[in-house]
């Protein structure tokens, strides 16, 4: 007998439970409900310099369509090599054109797919300059122990540095420190290691201290900024949706109030 | 293709043979006072040694770089003695490194120093040996394969460097890009061909350095168990 009453009392809980789990799923799919029956997901890499301000877009696109965005960034080269390998990217923002190119030639990426995105600007910075004046004169007159720019080798900024100094004819300077991309080159000068560096004028808008000197275009190839979608993602409704959102007045303000230039019309 | 660079590969076995050098000379007394102490704050030292082994590198680098920033306190005071400055340069890495690498050399000599036991001390004693003959001609000998295994760690895991080199360096070829900063720059660009070399001379000089170790160990305990027998 004993063995009946316990039978009975666990086919009792497994209906509770399935009772329990209907509830549930019926509450999951209201949930799911209000918030759009198409939310879709997308998965985003992004170069490191513009990290900040796609995570901003992002925001605004979430708030706007209900579909999740996923981000992972790092540098342009990392990316792309990850692509390479069947990295599970959507879109790629990267840092310059070359490497988007690269992944269409290749066949990673879907060649209508290319835009650029932003137009970036480099900043020569120092937290203790007192002008942009006495910036320049520390430039010129290499008054300083260590000068921070990004790799030359790996990262747009830092070849467009290389270019500026170049073209200021300053010679060979042996007092040069690489940051793996934009993002260290300021965290050099930012620690007080290096006594100024080549950064991203978009990683001054936020918190200017000291003095920095926005480099003028002509001293160096402009930083246009591409974006590719992979593989077959261009089918996602949710990447379509995006880069719709790319193009609208409201990305495009926040796209420039991080110190970056866009395309006039499309 | 462009032959091999070789100066990433010169300066990463200046850069371990320091580090192992100066860790012998660091850790052979921490390890020492670890394995003889009784003192109830020995967990916390040992909890600080093996720190390096948990923290991703990325921490030590990037709290590196703030302390001995010309801001940090680290870094101010060494100006002030008029001492040089440590970011971006070799011996910067070289003081990173010896951080780094320190529970490589320091376990492995501490296990060495208790597994000798106080017996063969205190018997050494009796007889009227000083305490530092008794460290030269018992402890050293004895302790012989933990100095191996210790030297070879500390040397093999500072080749592999990254994460902290990475964050003080500043990449500087010549001073401070070493091995691994140099293929991940190739990897960066997409020269493959290039890293592959150097990941390959680096996956076989590591393999072979530790191969040695396991060799020399093994040789070693074959020997001392003869003794016993």
């Not at chain 2, 208790?114 to 050293?140: H, K, N, Q, W, Y």
Request: aromatic share 8%; net charge positive; with cysteine.
């Amino acid at each position: 007998m004993p063995i009946v009453v316990n039978i009975t009392k666990t086919s009792a809980l497994r209906l509770m439970i399935r009772q329990l789990t209907c509830g549930l799923m019926i509450a999951v799919n209201m949930l799911i409900g209000t918030v759009g029956a198409h939310a879709g997901e997308i998965s985003l890499a992004v170069a490191s310099n513009f990290l900040a301000v796609e995570k901003e877009l992002a925001r605004a696109f979430e708030q706007k369509s209900g579909h999740d965005v996923i981000t992972s960034s790092g540098s342009t080269g990392k990316l792309t090599t990850q692509i390479m390998q069947g990295a599970p990217f959507d879109i790629f923002m990267a840092a310059d054109t070359v490497r988007p190119r690269k992944l269409i030639e290749l066949g990673y990426a879907v060649d209508e797919s290319f835009i650029i995105y932003a137009t970036g600007r480099l900043a020569l910075w120092s937290p203790t300059a007192e002008s942009p004046e006495a910036l320049k004169m520390m430039l010129l007159n290499k008054r300083y122990k260590h000068l921070a720019l990004a790799n030359p080798k790996t990262a747009p900024y830092g070849a467009a540095a290389i270019k500026v100094m170049d073209a200021l004819k300053l010679g060979s300077i042996d007092q040069l420190v690489f940051g793996e991309n934009i993002t260290q080159s300021y965290q050099f000068v930012k620690t007080g290691n290096a006594d100024l560096g080549f950064v991203a004028l978009s990683q001054l808008q936020k918190e200017p201290v000291g003095s920095y000197w926005p480099v003028p275009d002509r001293l160096h190839q402009p930083l246009t900024q591409a974006l590719v979608v992979i593989g077959d993602a261009s089918k996602k409704e949710a990447v379509a949706s995006f880069l719709e959102f790319l193009g609208s007045s409201e990305a495009r303000s926040i796209i420039t109030s991080y110190g970056y230039t866009v395309a006039s019309g499309e | 293709m462009s032959g091999i660079e070789m100066v990433p590969v010169w300066l990463t076995l200046k850069l371990a043979t320091v580090t192992t050098i100066l860790l012998l000379l660091v850790a052979t007394p921490l390890a020492w006072w670890l394995a003889q102490t009784k003192s109830r704050s020995k967990p916390i030292f040992e909890a600080m040694v093996a720190l390096p082994l948990v923290l991703p590198p990325t921490v030590l680098g990037f709290y590196l770089l703030v302390l001995l920033g010309p801001e940090g306190p680290i870094g101010s005071l060494i100006e002030a003695v008029g001492g040089p400055r440590l970011v971006f340069t070799f011996a910067g890495l070289v003081f990173a490194s010896v951080l780094y690498s320190l529970p490589f050399v320091v376990q492995p000599l501490q296990n060495a120093f208790e597994s000798i036991g106080r017996a063969p001390l205190e018997v050494a004693a009796t007889l009227g040996a000083s305490a530092r003959d008794r460290f030269f001609s018992i402890v050293l000998p004895l302790a012989r394969p933990g100095f191996i295994t210790a030297a070879t760690l500390g040397f093999a895991h500072t080749l592999g460097e990254f994460g902290v080199v990475l964050m003080i360096g500043g990449n500087i070829p010549g001073k401070t890009q070493v091995l691994s900063v140099a293929i991940y720059d190739h990897v960066e660009v997409m020269e493959y061909g290039q890293a592959h070399i150097l990941s390959a001379g680096l996956l076989i000089a590591s393999f072979t350095v530790l191969l040695l170790v396991y060799m020399l160990n093994r040789r070693s305990r074959a020997k001392r168990h003869g003794y016993l027998l």
